[in-house]
C-alpha cells in the first residue's frame, strides 16, 4: 500500500526560504520518479518539480524555475523540495507523488493516492 507522508510546511514572509520532505513507501522507491504538486484554494491541483528515478534529471514548472530545487536520497526513500525566494503565490498545499514522464509532462501513477499534503503560506 502506497503512503506519502510530507513535512516542512509552514507560513513564511515572502522571500523566505522552506524545505519540504516527502517519506514515501509501498512501492520501490529507488524505481520511480517522484514529483511534487500542489493545489491553492479554489485551483486545480498543478505540477511543482519531478525527479528521475537516479536524481539526475530534475523538471520544474516555469512559476518556480530557479527558485525551488528538487533531491532526492534513495537510502531513506526521502525526496526534498527546497524553496527560496517564496512568493505569496506559491501559497498552497504541496503533496509529493510517485511519477512518470509523459512526453513533457509528468503524472501521477496513481491520481486517488496522496499524502495529507502539507501547508505553505507565504505572507506579503
Known amino acids: 500500500q502506497v503512503q506519502l507522508v510530507e513535512s516542512g510546511g509552514g507560513l513564511v514572509q515572502a522571500g523566505g526560504s522552506l524545505r519540504l520532505s516527502c517519506a514515501a513507501s509501498?512501492?520501490?522507491?529507488?524505481?520511480?520518479?517522484m514529483g511534487w504538486f500542489r493545489q491553492a484554494p479554489g485551483k486545480e491541483r498543478e505540477f511543482v518539480a519531478a525527479?528521475?528515478?537516479?536524481?539526475?534529471?530534475?523538471y520544474y514548472a516555469d512559476s518556480v524555475k530557479g527558485r525551488f530545487s528538487i533531491s532526492r536520497d534513495n537510502a531513506k526513500n526521502t525526496v526534498y523540495l527546497q524553496m527560496n525566494s517564496l512568493k505569496p503565490e506559491d501559497t498552497a498545499v504541496y503533496y509529493c507523488?510517485?511519477?512518470?514522464?509523459?512526453?513533457?509532462?509528468?503524472?501521477?501513477?496513481?491520481?486517488?493516492?496522496w499524502g495529507q499534503g502539507t501547508q505553505v503560506t507565504v505572507s506579503s
Open positions: 525527479i528521475s528515478w537516479r536524481g539526475g534529471s530534475t
Open positions: 509501498g512501492r520501490t522507491f529507488s524505481n520511480y520518479g
Open positions: 507523488n510517485y511519477v512518470f514522464q509523459y512526453g513533457s509532462t509528468w503524472s501521477p501513477y496513481d491520481y486517488n493516492t
